[in-house]
């Protein structure tokens, strides 16, 4: 019978198990620019500094508007824009850049909200789904172009796409199908509707043009 | 203690605007700082808990580690250049497009809009045994359980394993270390400026370090000098899925040919090895050859010679014969009718 | 008894214009959730917010197989903040002796949940489970279904390792039975489950090929985009809970029964859904999480499923080990079929797909001789479900590149074998049961392959040259496929309001498929009402809904338009009487059309706002004061909680049907592989379906292609990794599992349908959410197995690694046999 001879992550499996000690190694390469050495970290949060990570006051550009909250320092722009401004249209589904469904724009260019921490946007424009229509309530025309083409189905990744091609078109406004597709590559559709969200984006892209046009 | 991968764990979170003060806070805190560029790799070990830093050190509000500028007939880019800003910069793509092409293969559009140069080439190994916090000689442990008779190790190493089998992962690294790039660190003790190649550190070395950097130090810029600028140039990057994915290995050549022949070359292959892998004895053998397909057929079974494959992981032979063969000898294109 | 019905032989029947003959059914519109998803003011469960609200968060188990032996909460509890923590005692009972548990004192598989933790916020919440002390005891544990079949192999728990039909008990093979393993074919000891018709001894004599393969299939998790979180808080006595699921109406009555309580003591809400395809048939236990400690805590909980938690509970498709043999005759008929498969059904009950593999391989290919052996076996791997088309994928993944490699064997063409053996009509499939064999309603597959192969150019394909330039090499595949595709015996629930409006009570859920909209308007057509007067309420179960199916099975398009059919018909009956008991005259005379109910001779009449007023007026069976009693009692409570708000009308469908409902799918690839790389590109891809009456066309292209594309995940790459030697799960992440990507697929790729209705349903619509699934999958391994040959690959997924190391040796190289690779 196959057993374990050191333990998985983190259990503390009976005393055969345990003589081996999970150890926390810090390996900073990941870090950019980093200290790329190890150390063994407390894993006792009481043995931390007191006051760890506490919120501030931010001011953020959301929208067009300007929107206080109290920002904790480890909290990702996500985070921000769904808890603390009630923006629920930026999903969450990885939490780790693997999805592209918390797409939004920092200055006109997508980003993952889930991988960007809110006190690093302090001086950017930030625009979410909510902000994608005109302030009379118009729709964007890729918003249009989802009405018009039935695009997408469970509509989960539909915001993270709809940003990631908004900001896309701003560098791109007549792209061929391939090239709107590379440019909206960083979003996952799980319904793998990809056919008909291109279908959609393209339409939305020629109504754009249009509207720039008149 | 109960495991839970989710959530980062509380830290205070340091803006420093310029590099000095930068210096000055991971001074201070020493090994209790993680410095934090783009994050893409940062906030796997963050989330996931396995990390907990008390500081993180954001570097993302000091420009003058940002930006490309000329520099002794190159370029030089700032460490926080995003991979971005890199791929479009008129500079990189017309003298060192290699460069740009690499950066382009990078993850995907919203990571590369935010994932920085210097991240590229400082991140972390992603054995799946590490990023899950097993306790392996990198993680400052025993054992190696990628390296077993049943560990999965279809992504390991082929090369240069020492107790631990993981690949580095980065695109950017050959084709800056083709380009002869150097790289300038801010130490304690001042500027140092080093090789490409020399930066990274494996596990024959050190095996809880990836790279040359100490508590303290950053990675401020990568410098390209003009020897290579608008040579002839191969990147192939081959990854499982077209967006995000690793590489299973890349390949990353410059090359200047005069009279038909090569008269110099650099080389490099990435995701074979603990570190990116210069392939000097290649350069050695093709210099002074035609790029042709015979010598591109030599440089390939050359290039995987001692060669040390894994259970699952013979593949990334031929695949590096065969990347190396088409970076020498170019690649046979496909003409449908 | 279709209105479109063609004539009864198959192969006369004609593609037919989409709309043709219809105001609403087959036309392209714009469903009425839209303006909400695309605005970002759709709520899913986890975007709800409540006063108060907690955070709940799971502790899940770090060993494959383990027995609890002690805990220490202390520190956790005393962290600041924190507001209980629930354990294995406090949650209700399995639902029978191996049941799944909402949180276990035993785990079965890495990831299963033990402890839930409430706190006032999640950070709080992460940090305590941090503090927790959990003392396992490690117990056996078995990741392959081989090893536990071997000879004094382990056993995944006490009672053994393989499912005789709901009882667990101890099976392992003999050494002898092991001994094909040792040259790649899959071992083929005793198998609970079995069942043939035939000769099959005399088909396989007869043959002029024969072919004996073994084939593995990759576990494959769902990975809906929306993690299954959900939110609930107890008011006045009523649970109210935010959730996703694949029916609003199906998963009220498991949570009543999981919690023990009253059904109408249940509020769901779940307007929206992102994705389930087959993980959220009726939600899953850990529902009930938030559920319990809400009530413990007397506060809203959000249970927040990350990612990497969504791995282990997400469920998943189960891989199959597999081996069949397949004689032909010199035209590439079958004239013998030997199956045998083994289901990893993960940690929790027997899987479905073990049986359904057996059933769609005898239907697709109709082999005259046939015998299926099923084992389904129990692991410490995730629980896993039904995922589109569970089993059928399999069972067409195993069987297809045999197809493949008999046709360039026999020298015939891929098509014209699979016209060989195709189903058609009122085709039989699975085993002889008292004395018979089912048989489907209809099956125009042949049509649709005949077709589709005349779009793709397939001819045009096979015969091009070069087949290799430089260092690619092209490669064409076809594939048939086949789902069920619908069920009977469900309601409809209207109101017409004083408004004039339409209002549909719809008890699907909402996944995107839009079928929770799409089928009224088979309603809306047979009351000849503009789509623009009709309204659909949905996503709220005390929006009172009609007795509904599950949006599982792909049955809901079949199994509601005809709930809608009938629907319709009532409706229009209860206008008629009326307008003949306010007017005057026979129901009969009147007509309705276009929001009125009239006399065609008069004109005298009433518009449906009149009509809806005298309903209220007339009451009775009018205005939902006396329900149609030939309903579900749940549609009648739901009418007559409607009562006087309308003409109240609810029907059933009680439509004849004779056989069982099945949609298919001719799918066709071409990809271009990389010899020197292993790299493979899909550049082209078709699916023509024969999935009945199209109902909603830029819908059904949604899904045809989309289902394609997760079957083409299964070839591309999906998998799940396991370390066998410590039973834990390595690929947990999408860069490691694998997902298709939008550069992964052909950027134009082409769907059609032959839009012929099914003769044994009134609107002649099927379902199609599965149908396709395993023909993108198959299409993508044959168009390999034609650029590369026959000894490439045996298993899928087939990556760089499986074409570089098998093309440099000669044959498959990969380990034969082994799971979680």
């Known amino acids: ?214 | 203690m109960a495991v839970v991968r989710d959530i980062m764990a509380p830290f205070d979170l340091l803006q420093p605007s310029t590099a000095a003060e930068a210096q000055r806070l991971l001074a201070r805190y020493g090994a209790d700082a993680w410095v934090l560029a783009g994050g893409m790799d940062s906030f796997d070990w963050l989330k996931d808990r396995i990390k907990k830093p008390a500081v993180v050190v954001d570097l993302s509000g000091v420009t003058e580690l940002r930006g490309i500028r000329p520099w002794n007939g190159g370029l030089e880019i700032g460490a926080m250049t995003t991979l971005a800003e890199v791929a479009n910069h008129p500079g990189v793509q017309k003298n060192f497009s290699l460069l740009a092409d690499a950066v382009r293969h990078v993850a995907s559009p919203q990571i590369r809009n935010q994932a920085t140069l210097g991240g590229n080439v400082s991140q972390d190994v992603r054995c799946w045994y590490y990023r899950a916090g097993w306790p392996c000689y990198r993680a400052a442990g025993e054992t190696c359980f990628a390296d077993t008779p049943v560990g999965r190790n279809r992504e390991h190493a082929i090369f240069g394993a020492d107790r631990c089998v993981a690949v580095h992962p980065s695109d950017s690294a050959p084709a800056l270390i083709a380009l002869g790039a150097q790289f300038v660190l801010r130490t304690a003790s001042g500027e140092r400026v080093i090789e490409a190649e020399d930066y990274f550190v494996g596990p024959n070395r050190e095996i809880t370090r990836i790279n040359l950097l100490q508590p303290g130090d950053l990675l401020a810029s990568i410098r390209i000098p003009s020897d290579f600028a608008g040579a002839r140039f191969y990147f192939e990057k081959v990854r499982d899925r077209n967006v995000w994915d690793f590489p299973l290995l890349n390949v990353a050549s410059a090359m200047r040919v005069s009279g038909g022949v090569i008269q110099s070359v650099r080389l490099a292959v990435n995701a074979a090895a603990p570190t990116p892998l210069r392939l000097r004895r290649v350069e050695a053998a093709v210099a002074g050859k035609p790029p042709d397909a015979s010598t591109g057929a030599m440089a390939g079974e050359l290039a995987v010679q001692g060669a040390v494959p894994l259970q699952f992981n013979a593949f990334k032979i031929p695949l590096m014969r065969n990347l190396v063969k088409r970076a020498i000898g170019g690649v046979e294109k496909a003409v449908w009718a | 008894m279709s209105d479109q019905a063609q004539s009864g032989n198959p192969a006369d029947a004609k593609p037919i214009p989409f709309g043709q003959g219809y105001k609403l059914i087959g036309r392209d519109y714009s469903t009425p959730d839209l303006p909400a998803k695309v605005t970002g003011r759709a709520k899913y469960a986890e975007d709800f917010r409540a006063e108060g609200m907690l955070f709940a968060k799971l502790v899940l188990s770090p060993m494959p197989h383990a027995r609890l032996r002690g805990y220490d909460l202390s520190r956790a509890l005393a962290l600041p903040g924190v507001r209980a923590i629930l354990t294995p005692a406090d949650v209700p009972p399995a639902a029978g002796p191996h049941g799944e548990r909402v949180l276990t004192a035993e785990p079965m598989f890495q990831g299963d949940p033990v402890m839930a933790v409430c706190a006032v916020d999640e950070a709080t919440a992460a940090e305590a489970i941090e503090k927790i002390e959990l003392d396992f005891e490690a117990l056996p544990f078995v990741i392959d279904p081989l090893d536990s079949l071997r000879p004094n192999g382990p056993n995944p728990r006490a009672e053994g390792n393989v499912w005789f039909g709901r009882e667990l008990k101890p099976l392992k093979w003999t050494e002898a039975d092991f001994a094909s393993y040792a040259n790649g074919q899959l071992p083929m000891g005793h198998a609970p489950s079995a069942w043939s018709y035939g000769d099959l001894d005399a088909g396989f004599r007869n043959a002029a090929l024969v072919l004996d393969r073994s084939f593995v299939t990759p576990d494959v998790s769902h990975q809906c985009l929306e993690p299954r979180s959900a939110m609930a808080y107890w008011q006045n006595g009523k649970l109210v809970i935010h959730t996703g699921t694949q029916s609003t109406y199906q998963t009220v009555p498991a949570i009543a029964r999981w919690l023990g309580i009253p059904q109408d003591k249940i509020v769901l809400v779940s307007e929206y859904t992102g994705g389930g395809f087959g993980s959220k048939v009726t939600g899953t236990m850990i529902m009930l999480v938030p559920a319990l400690l809400a009530k413990k805590v007397h506060a809203p909980v959000m249970m927040r499923i990350s990612r990497e938690e969504e791995q282990y509970l997400g469920r998943a498709r189960p891989g199959f080990q597999g081996r069949m043999k397949i004689g032909f005759d010199r035209g590439g008929r079958i004239t013998a079929l030997d199956m045998f498969v083994i289901c990893d059904s993960g940690a929790y009950g027997s899987q479905f797909d073990v049986i359904a593999s057996g059933n769609i391989v005898s239907l697709l290919y109709q082999p005259p001789a046939m015998r299926w052996r099923g084992v389904s076996a129990m692991t410490n791997t995730p629980t896993r479900s039904a995922q589109s088309a569970p089993g059928g994928l399999q069972g067409i993944a195993i069987i297809e590149p045999i197809l493949a490699e008999a046709a360039r064997k026999l020298k015939v063409d891929q098509v014209a074998l699979r016209m060989a053996n195709s189903a058609e009509g009122p085709a039989e499939y699975g085993p002889v049961r008292e004395g018979q064999r089912a048989h489907a309603t209809s099956c125009f597959l042949k049509q649709a392959l005949a077709h589709g192969a005349e779009q793709f150019q397939w001819s045009q394909r096979v015969a091009q040259r070069p087949r290799r330039s430089g260092t690619k090499i092209r490669g064409v595949g076809v594939s048939l496929s086949a789902f069920s595709g619908g069920t009977i015996g469900y309601d409809g629930l209207l109101v017409i309001t004083p408004a004039g409006k339409v209002r549909f009570h719809s008890g699907i859920g909402n996944l995107g498929t839009e079928s929770v909209i799409d089928v009224h308007r088979a309603a809306a057509e047979v009351l000849d009402v503009p789509w623009d007067a009709c309204e659909v309420v949905w996503g709220d179960s005390s929006r009172l809904l009609p007795y509904t199916c599950a949006s599982d099975g792909s049955q809901t398009t079949h199994a509601m338009t005809r709930a809608a059919h009938a629907l319709g018909l009532e409706c229009r009956r209860r206008l008629q009487e009326v307008a003949a008991r306010t007017l005057g005259g026979a129901p009969e005379e009147y007509e309705v059309a276009n929001l009125r109910v009239f006399h065609p001779g008069s004109g005298a009449g009433m518009s449906f706002a009149e009509a809806a007023r005298h309903a209220i007026a007339l009451g009775g069976i009018y205005d939902g004061h006396q329900p149609n009693p030939g309903v579900h009692p749940a549609t009648q409570a739901a009418a007559a909680a409607l009562a006087g708000q309308g003409l109240v009308a609810c029907a059933r469908d009680r439509f004849p049907h004779d056989g069982g409902t099945y949609s298919y799918v001719a799918a066709f690839a071409e990809v271009e592989v990389d010899v020197e790389t292993g790299k493979y590109f899909i550049t082209d891809f078709l699916a023509y379906g024969d999935v009945g009456t199209v109902l909603h066309p830029k819908s059904l292209g949604g899904q045809l292609l989309g289902r394609s594309t997760l079957g083409m995940g299964h070839a591309l790459g999906q998998k799940w990794v396991y370390d066998p030697h410590y039973g834990a799960a390595l690929a947990r992440r999408f860069y490691q599992t694998k997902p298709p990507t939008i550069l992964d697929v052909p950027v134009d790729m082409q769907w059609n349908a032959l839009n012929i209705p099914d003769p044994q349903t009134p609107v002649g619509a099927r379902g199609v959410g599965e149908p396709p699934v395993g023909g993108g999958c198959a299409a993508i391994l044959n168009a390999l197995s034609d650029a590369l040959g026959d000894e490439i690959f045996r298993r899928a997924p087939v990556n760089a690694d499986t074409i570089l190391t098998s093309l440099e040796a000669g044959r498959p190289m990969q380990l034969p046999l082994a799971t979680g690779i």
């Open chain 1, 1 to 214: 019978m196959p057993e374990p001879e050191a333990p998985p992550p983190g259990a503390s499996a009976g005393p055969a198990l345990s003589r081996r000690k999970f150890i926390l190694g810090v390996i900073a390469g990941g870090a950019v620019v980093s200290a790329a050495s190890y150390r063994l970290l407390a894993p006792r949060a009481a043995s931390r500094p007191a006051l760890l990570g506490g919120e501030r006051l931010l001011t953020l550009r959301v929208n067009g508007r300007l929107r206080r909250a109290e920002v904790a320092q480890q909290e990702t722009l996500a985070w921000t824009l769904r808890y603390k401004l009630g923006l629920t249209g930026t999903k969450l589904a990885c939490d780790r850049a693997e999805c592209g469904s918390c797409t939004v724009l920092l200055d006109d260019v997508p980003h993952y909200a889930c991988s960007v921490l809110t006190h690093t946007v302090r001086n950017r424009a930030v625009t979410t789904v909510e902000g994608l229509a005109a302030p009379d309530g118009k729709l964007h025309p890729l918003q249009q172009a989802v009405i018009a083409e039935q695009g997408f189905q469970c509509a989960f990744c539909m915001s993270g796409f709809l940003m990631a091609a908004a900001g896309f078109l701003k560098t791109n406004p007549n792209p061929t199908r391939t090239e709107m597709a590379h440019g909206v590559s960083g979003n996952l559709c799980r319904c793998q509707d990809y056919s008909k969200i291109l279908d959609t984006l393209m339409h939305g892209a020629e109504l754009m043009r249009k509207g720039a046009q008149a």
